[in-house]
Each structure stands twice: as structure tokens, then as C-alpha cells.
């Protein structure tokens, strides 16, 4: 497994949970040129994206997480975060871990179930 996602879970609206994506095998200087991303898929809809970071660590969000997500990167540990605060009912999904490099290409983890309840 090269990425594994954690974290995910039950919460009520406006409750927070933090997802954690590891990257075990990689190298850590090869870790440290990943381009990481989070993303997520609801029942009938297709993959989108939720949030990226570039390995300088600049951030890109999605405008429906805007204020409420953070992403962050912890390079020595091989991890990527998703703290997720302020949760709503439609950020329910599937959340992916996505991982970019320029030569040994794309790779997603297994996928952590979100469940906000109303």
C-alpha cells in the first residue's frame, strides 16, 4: 500500500475530524517532492477535489471548504493532513489521498468513510 488514509468517522454538523494520510514505503526525500491532495466522492457523483498541497507547501482549496478545511504536511513523518472543522452534512464522502510525482507518477490510498449526521 503506498498511501493510507485514517481519521475518518461519525460526526455531528459542526464537529471536526482530521484525516491523516501516510506514505510508509516512500523515501523521504522522494516523500518530500510528492504533490498530495485530498478528495472525495459522495454516492452518485464522481471524484472531485477537496484540497492539494505542493511540496513547498502552498495550499489550494476547494470553494466548498474554503475557511473550514486546512491541509498540511509533516515531510519527516511521510504524512499529510485534512483537519476539517466547522462540518456539514454535504461533506459527507469517501475521502481519497492523492499523491503526484514528477517521475513515478499518481497513486490514491484506500479511501476514509466521513459521515456528518444533521
Known amino acids: 500500500v503506498q498511501l493510507q488514509a485514517s481519521g475518518g468517522g461519525l460526526v455531528q454538523t459542526g464537529g471536526s475530524l482530521r484525516l491523516t494520510c501516510k506514505a510508509p514505503r516512500a523515501i523521504l526525500s522522494t516523500f518530500s517532492n510528492y504533490f498530495m491532495g485530498w478528495y472525495r466522492q459522495t454516492t452518485g457523483n464522481q471524484r472531485e477535489l477537496v484540497a492539494t498541497i505542493t511540496a513547498y507547501g502552498d495550499t489550494n482549496y476547494a470553494d466548498s471548504v474554503k475557511g473550514r478545511f486546512t491541509m498540511s504536511r509533516n515531510d519527516g513523518r511521510k504524512t499529510v493532513y485534512l483537519q476539517m472543522n466547522s462540518l456539514k452534512p454535504e461533506d459527507t464522502g469517501v475521502y481519497y489521498c492523492?499523491?503526484?510525482?514528477?517521475?513515478?507518477?499518481?497513486?490514491w490510498g484506500q479511501g476514509t468513510l466521513v459521515t456528518v449526521s444533521s
Open positions: 492523492y499523491r503526484n510525482h514528477a517521475s513515478y507518477g499518481e497513486a
